[in-house]
């Protein structure tokens, strides 16, 4: 492990935002996960949530449909009001990117406090079900012809702007994981095939020096 992937790491963790997440109803294709992933990745987004039938099968398409799915966490869900109803649970607000009467402007809301970006399948957008539970709809004003962008390309435009309202507030600016969060994710990013046996062994993960690198346990 060099000393500049190291820091990088380091500095990429102090970033992560732990109460700003995603949650995707029933988005399939690989390039629209892979390209929501780079984004989570890209702003902080500390975890990533879908609709999927089984996390592990989440975990194998967001890890083979992209490079950065492994620095986002993934959590599935069996259905669309099981995931709202446990970020909702968790003091999460949901704002779902979704054309309605009562949308606004996705520029108007408060991604300052703990909240979600729900991301509707590509073809028929957000659910009727999810449209109900949310909190707020959003939209993001289109000067053309076409009536909405592509799944992946929302998640962006929506997400720079939570990225840019949090950057003006300071939550950049300090480390906002918890320290044991912190020290297990960076294992599991410097070591994961090391994390994964550990995992399956439900064995601790061994102890690491300041350069990453593996310590004999005493």
């Not at 190291?6 to 949650?23: C, E, F, I, N």
């Not at 590509?122 to 009536?147: C, N, Q, R, W």
């Not at 046996?197 to 102890?207: A, M, N, Q, S, T």
Request: charged share 25%; glycine share 6%.
């Amino acid at each position: 492990m060099t000393a500049r992937r190291m820091a990088r790491m380091r500095a990429t963790l102090d970033r992560r935002q732990p109460d700003l997440r995603v949650l995707m109803d029933q988005v399939h294709k690989p390039h629209n996960i892979s390209a929501i992933l780079r984004t989570c990745d890209a702003v902080g987004v500390w975890q990533a949530h879908a609709v999927w039938p089984g996390v592990e099968r989440f975990r194998a398409r967001a890890h083979s449909s992209a490079g950065t799915g492994q620095w986002v966490k993934t959590v599935a869900h069996p259905d669309i009001a099981e995931g709202i109803g446990s970020l909702q649970r968790e003091g999460f607000r949901i704002y779902a990117a979704h054309l309605s009467e009562r949308a606004v402007d996705f520029r108007r809301v408060d991604y300052t406090r703990p909240c979600a970006v729900l991301l509707g399948a590509e073809l028929h957008g957000v659910s009727d079900t999810a449209a109900e539970l949310v909190d707020e709809h959003v939209i993001i004003p289109m000067a053309g012809l076409g009536a909405s962008l592509n799944v992946s390309v929302a998640a962006a435009v929506i997400l720079f702007e939570a990225q840019r309202q949090r950057e003006a507030a300071g939550l950049y600016q300090q480390c906002r994981l918890e320290s044991d969060v912190y020290e297990r994710t960076l294992f599991e990013w410097l070591h994961p095939k090391i994390a994964a046996r550990c995992r399956e062994r439900g064995e601790p993960y061994l102890p690491i020096d300041e350069d990453g690198d593996l310590r004999r346990r005493p």
